[in-house]
């Protein structure tokens, strides 16, 4: 018998559907901070406060991702990622008619939540269901959410916004939600048997943070931090300038870490080598200097696939790293660790960018984020000439 064929049963009914659910919501929440800054905008409001409505959705998430696994095992996930997405596709609808800063304050820590809880669900019942023999290659397609429609997320926004107006966005956001709540009614996930043993019934600590997992979480955070200046406010400061160019250049760089990510998720490199990384970090500096001049379709795209290639090289290493430095018995709080720093990340990054692009200027949000990576870039280094792993 062959080795594929001795091979568990990977691509079940409900594994297809699970990680379809997660891609959505991934669309959904990355659409949705793409076109905050765009609708912000139109309503005559400034771009901190966009920036602020962009920091609360990870913001409520770090305060919600501990908890998601302890109540897995009391509620059916089913129920809860049914009525996550039942929230999302309201409160959709009703960002369209409040236009208090309050009320919309209110509306994206909900979104936050409801992401959050609907992503951790799904994540821990797919880690628990699929075959032991493939947990790396399943777990790799289920992550390859986040990522990518980092990149989707804003080029379905710059597109539809743009032809279409972002109240149309918003009614678009609300059916991508309503897909997700219908294929999750009619699907049979359940609370496998093994949750239970594989999720603590009590949450770990939120600031129970694994001290060996720090130094790559922090070396994520720079990552990110500089990377959400393109989730955010590039839509925005593309439509003010006509550049026509950033849809392409989105949707290379979608398809770029998706390709890298799907490599690394069927063949699992072993090679340990601090090159691929090196020059990932020298092509996001690139890619920040040559942003603000992208329009033309081909070195957009050119530019777009060769950031993308880099941002899933550079991001996944930080989290392998971090994993790989803890002991076995304390990688759940290395997981909980570098995920706050990515949220930290996003929330940070909103913050910055939303208070550079009011007072300083569109331009001067690239040139921050080059020192963002530079930095990073040098503590990289330093970390590696100091005996560190990361």
């Known amino acids: 018998m062959s080795e594929l064929a001795a091979q568990s049963r990977l691509f079940t009914r409900n594994y297809v559907i699970m990680v379809t659910l997660n891609l959505l919501a991934c669309l959904y929440g990355q659409s949705m901070m793409a076109m905050i800054p765009v609708m912000m905008n139109a309503r005559g ?5 966009a920036g602020i409505l962009g920091a609360l959705f990870p913001l409520s998430s770090i305060f919600f991702r501990t908890h998601a696994s302890a109540l897995g095992n009391r509620l059916p996930c089913r129920g809860m990622i049914s009525v996550c997405f039942g929230v999302l596709m309201v ?3 009703l960002f369209y008619s409040c236009h208090t800063f309050f009320a919309l304050a209110l509306l994206r820590i909900a979104q936050g939540l409801s992401v959050c809880l609907s992503c951790l669900t799904l994540g821990a019942v797919v880690a628990a269901t699929i075959p032991p023999d493939r947990f790396d290659e399943g777990m790799g ?11 989707l997320g804003p080029a379905a926004s710059r597109m539809l916004v743009a032809r279409l107006g972002y109240q149309q966005m918003l009614f678009a956001l609300s059916l991508i939600a309503a897909l997700a709540l219908a294929l999750c009614l009619a699907s049979t996930i359940e609370n496998p048997a093994r949750f239970a043993e594989r999720s603590p019934r009590r949450p770990i600590p939120i600031f129970a943070l694994e001290r060996t997992a720090l130094p790559s979480s922090l070396l994520l955070l720079g990552s990110v931090l500089a990377h959400t200046c393109v989730v955010s406010f590039l839509p925005l400061y593309a439509q003010r300038y006509e550049l026509g160019g950033i849809l392409f250049f989105y949707f290379a760089a979608g398809a770029g870490i998706i390709a890298v990510r799907l490599a690394a998720t069927v063949f699992q490199p072993k090679s340990s080598s601090t090159l691929p990384v090196l020059l990932s970090f020298a092509v996001c500096i690139l890619t920040m200097l040559l942003l603000p001049m992208l329009n033309a379709p081909l070195p957009s795209a050119a530019v777009g696939l060769c950031y993308g290639v880099s941002v899933g090289i550079l991001q996944p290493h930080f989290i392998a790293q971090a994993l790989l430095n803890t002991p076995p018995a304390r990688r759940d709080q ?43 870039l040098c503590a990289w280094i330093l970390s590696g000439r100091r005996g560190g792993r990361a």
């Open 45 to 49: 409001m400034p771009e901190f406060a």
């Open 91 to 93: 409160s959709s609808l």
């Open 141 to 151: 397609y289920y992550s390859i959410g986040v990522p990518a429609m980092s990149f």
């Open 334 to 376: 290395a997981t909980v660790t570098y995920y706050i720093f990515t949220d930290l990340g996003y929330a940070g990054g909103s913050l910055l960018w939303g208070y550079i692009a009011q007072f300083l200027g569109y331009l001067s949000v690239f040139l921050v984020a080059v020192l963002i990576h530079a930095a990073t």
